[in-house]
């Protein structure tokens, strides 16, 4: 069945990166576009970027220019999102997202990126 | 950015009950609208998108409804399992924006 597989939790400190990863199982992953997704401690869903794996053209919120930047290795069915210039705002659950037609059908498990000094 | 505007922020209810959550658009969204459930701890589940369309295995007591601006995911015959936090996300324009969602409690 198709999943998601997320690398795990991290903690960062304050101006460090973070990349984390979503291995597509179950389906390739060119065949469909894939989403960033994340939420805050307490808060509601923030979409953060998408890719089409093929030929890996990317679009970002605006909020994230700069310093997010979201990858894909074909050959491994991965997908790759970091985040640099990390604060304490930036702590909140990461969520990949394979987009059919634009909206979420399956979600990864997600990971928690504490950002504390 | 296309702003959404979800109520109410938590609603009360009990089993056997009807519920409906409503999204509004700032802008016209046409029928490009998703609902997802979410369960602490857990990532969200995708339950209608297409405004109305529901999702393969997801039961029929959900419903969504609207179009243009103003949307609404209606649950009837509560179930114990329905209760969770809901969203609704617009897929017209990136960026793809979200509710800040209802607790059905």
């Known amino acids: 069945q198709v999943q998601l597989l997320q690398s795990g939790a991290e903690v960062k400190k304050p101006g460090a990166s973070v990349r984390l990863s979503c291995k597509a199982s179950g389906y390739t992953l060119t065949d469909n576009f894939l989403h960033w997704v994340r939420q805050a401690p307490g808060q509601g869903l923030e979409w953060m970027g998408i890719i089409n794996p093929r030929p890996g053209v990317t679009t970002y919120a605006q909020k994230f220019q700069g310093r997010l930047t979201i990858t894909a290795d074909t050959s491994t069915g991965t997908v790759f999102m970091e985040l640099s210039s990390l604060t304490s705002d930036d702590t909140a659950v990461y969520y990949c997202?394979?987009?059919?037609?634009?909206?979420?059908?399956?979600w990864g498990p997600g990971t928690l990126i504490t950002v504390s000094s | 950015d296309i702003q959404m505007t979800q109520s109410p922020s938590t609603l009360s209810a009990s089993v056997g009950d009807r519920v409906t959550i409503t999204c509004r658009a700032s802008?016209?969204?046409?029928?490009?609208l998703a609902w997802y459930q979410q369960k602490p701890g857990t990532a969200p589940n995708l339950l209608i998108y297409k405004a109305s369309t529901l999702e393969r295995g997801v039961p029929s007591r959900f419903s969504g409804n609207g179009s243009v601006t103003e949307f609404t995911l209606t649950i009837n015959s509560l179930q114990p399992d329905d209760f969770a936090t809901y969203h609704c996300?617009?897929?017209?324009?990136?960026?793809?924006?979200f509710g800040r969602g209802t607790k059905l409690e």
């Open positions: 997202a394979r987009s059919r037609a634009g909206y979420g059908d399956k």
């Open positions: 996300q617009q897929y017209d324009v990136e960026p793809y924006t």
């Open positions: 802008q016209n969204i046409k029928i490009w």
